[in-house]
């Protein structure tokens, strides 16, 4: 962050506020040990694009209509990306 564009007053009272917080050794501690939690495919998404691919598989197969094919070739891969993501975060932990 740029602090030049501050007028002299303005850096005085930010460099004052950083001091206060770093004596704050609770603020410390919380802020070193902030973790954001994981982010990645829920079990419920993965399980929606996937009854919506087997659905949409199925359906093709049997009308054998370009839009249905299309569809299932628009959502398939995502759902394999989705379900490879999800079985990756389970075996890492």
């Known amino acids: 962050m740029a ?15 950083e001091r206060a917080l770093s004596r704050d050794r609770r603020l410390d501690r919380r802020l070193r040990t902030f973790s954001l939690p994981p982010r990645g495919p829920r079990l419920r998404t993965a399980a929606s694009l996937l009854a919506v691919s087997v659905t949409l598989m199925v359906t093709g197969i049997v009308t054998s209509e370009p839009g249905v094919i299309w569809a299932f070739a628009a959502v398939w891969p995502v759902t394999l990306f989705t379900v490879f993501r999800l079985l990756c975060r389970w075996t890492k932990g």
């Open 3 to 17: 602090t030049s564009r501050l007028s002299d007053q303005e850096q005085r009272v930010l460099e004052e506020m």
